[in-house]
């Protein structure tokens, strides 16, 4: 079975779901890998927990720091209607360089996967 983490803001004034983050642990019978350790046997993995997007908002350019540059990472940006608007696979890096200039004003999601996990970042791009 595969494990989920999903952490959510509600607004019931405007009948609203927001996802903020959610990881996962491809591997069953393991612990969910995500930044937080709880009582409910998620452990935390250093290395989702120390992704790091700035600025954000955005304006022309982001950075993302990765905190181990061993790993191979893909990283996806999407819109919120899960149009893909960049996408690269770097590995032996600790900082990624994203152009934002045409990206219209809007909320993106930050896929980070590597062969252990997949964690999601909220994104603001103002322009």
Not at 45 to 70: E, M, V, Y
Not at 74 to 99: A, G, L, R
Request: avoid cysteine.
């Amino acid at each position: 079975m595969v494990g989920w983490r999903l952490r959510v803001d509600v607004t019931l004034y405007y009948a609203s779901v927001i996802i903020r983050d959610y990881a996962y642990n491809s591997n069953p019978d393991q612990p969910i890998l995500a930044g937080q350790t709880t009582a409910t046997g998620i452990i935390e993995n250093s290395f989702a927990s120390s992704i790091n997007l700035f600025p954000n908002p955005a304006t022309n350019h982001l950075t993302i720091t990765l905190p181990n540059a061993n790993k191979k990472v893909e990283i996806t940006i999407t819109d919120i209607t899960k149009k893909i608007i960049y996408s690269t696979t770097v590995s032996e890096t600790q900082k990624i360089e994203v152009n934002t200039q045409d990206f219209a004003d809007g909320i993106y999601v930050v896929k980070i996967q590597t062969a252990d996990f997949i964690a999601t970042k909220k994104l603001v791009f103002k322009n």
